[in-house]
């Protein structure tokens, strides 16, 4: 089932006056749209908004609420969650550590070095000390949660049927025999570490870098069914999501820097030796250098991309305890690793389906009242889960919003 309080603005301020002390008319905050959850972020807060409602703890504040419970600095406790009928509907986080996204961060970095035309390792903005941190926070991340949710040993057949399922309806009969070869080897094999709960969206659009480290958030809000959001996988698929979503950036930088290119050259005409301008690019000296220009783009690319991945993946696995959920061949890891990478890729490329409202593609600034909201109702509990305020606050902010509120048993 799919609720949408953010589709229109009086939904969005309806449901966060609902579960706020004080307000201050007028002040302005970011809305984030994503396919299944909308997150209104204020100076010091974030609300995120859940467009569909389960009849259980949703994974946000279940696995941040259980981490931060253990003392894991890299998740926002949630510190109000708003319940009606066992499902959450919205959750309210203090940030204490303001810090700049993960997929900003990358996308400044391959800008920069593209520019300049200087090699990643020598760049001022090179992540690959950023990306081992995050690797190294990823991997405790996986360990509290196998420890806190117990860890089981990953089989072939389960791992392969995530896997299909993952891609299942998607693709022709070419593609589909592809993944059908991947899933049968990971089927067969014996070496596959193990399985626990994970992030399970974990692309760099949810992680976030500040002074205390590397922040992680947005647990559980990708696609999926509720019981596939709560299953124990292999550790290695949200790893696989952040070289993927390096790899889409790195694409995308590159695109640009070529486009750039052809737009500038298309400008400015080059003058040749004889002092002529080359307009239609016919002296063969201007055509070799703009084919050099382009190589060198296409170099500076796969270099800032294998240098974050292998940062990445060399912090990932310096946690100690990590490896008793990876298989004990590195071979063994690096070819789960690689089947993972092939799942997301053709998912991404070949198009994600799901319901919930898209939004629009960017941020969207919306000047509601939400600004004041000073204090959370009472403490978070962990134990409970997070069942705070009384939920008829939930049902006067639909009311108040104009849309009808299902009753978990409505299709």
Do not use: K
């Amino acid at each position: 089932m799919v609720f949408d309080p953010l589709s229109v603005a009086s939904g969005c301020a309806a449901v966060a006056e609902s579960v706020a002390r004080r307000t201050v008319s007028g002040a302005a905050v970011t809305v984030r749209y994503a396919p299944w959850t909308t997150t209104v972020v204020g100076r010091g807060w974030e609300l995120s908004i859940h467009h569909r409602m389960e009849g259980a703890p949703h994974p946000d504040v279940e696995l941040s609420a259980l981490l931060a419970a253990r003392g894991c600095d890299a998740v926002l406790a949630p510190t109000e969650v708003m319940r009606r009928r066992g499902a959450d509907l919205a959750v309210f986080h203090r940030v204490r550590r303001p810090g700049i996204a993960g997929d900003a961060l990358a996308r400044s970095s391959l800008t920069a070095v593209l520019r300049d035309r200087v090699a990643p390792d020598r760049h001022r903005l090179d992540l690959a000390s950023a990306m081992g941190d995050l690797g190294r926070t990823v991997a405790a991340v996986h360990v509290d949660l196998a420890e806190t949710m117990h860890a089981t040993v990953a089989s072939g057949a389960v791992l392969s049927t995530w896997m299909r399922e993952r891609v299942a309806g998607r693709f022709d009969t070419v593609a589909s025999d592809s993944v059908g070869s991947v899933t049968g080897r990971v089927q067969d094999a014996d070496d596959l570490g193990g399985c626990c709960r994970i992030h399970g969206n974990l692309d760099l659009a949810h992680v976030s870098l500040g002074r205390g480290g590397w922040v992680l958030r947005g647990f559980g809000t990708g696609e999926g069914t509720p019981a596939s959001r709560v299953e124990r996988t292999s550790p290695l698929v949200d790893l696989a999501t952040l070289t993927t979503h390096l790899r889409r950036i790195r694409d995308t930088g590159v695109a640009d820097a070529l486009a750039e290119i052809e737009r500038s050259d298309d400008a400015t005409p080059e003058v040749s030796g004889d002092g002529d301008t080359d307009v239609a690019g016919s002296d063969p000296r201007m055509r070799m250098r703009r084919a050099e220009r382009r190589r060198e783009i296409q170099r500076l690319g796969d270099a800032w991309e294998r240098r974050c991945v292998d940062a990445l993946i060399v912090g990932y696995t310096s946690e100690p305890d990590v490896h008793t959920l990876l298989p004990w061949e590195p071979t063994s890891r690096d070819a789960l690793l690689t089947a993972f990478e092939l799942v997301e890729q053709m998912r991404r490329v070949l198009g994600a389906t799901g319901a919930g409202s898209q939004g629009p593609d960017r941020d969207t600034e919306l000047r509601l009242p939400l600004d004041g909201w000073i204090e959370p109702w009472g403490t978070f509990d962990p134990g409970e889960l997070g069942i705070g305020p009384e939920p008829i606050a939930a049902d006067r902010a639909v009311a108040a919003a104009g849309v009808p509120m299902p009753s978990p048993s409505s299709p």
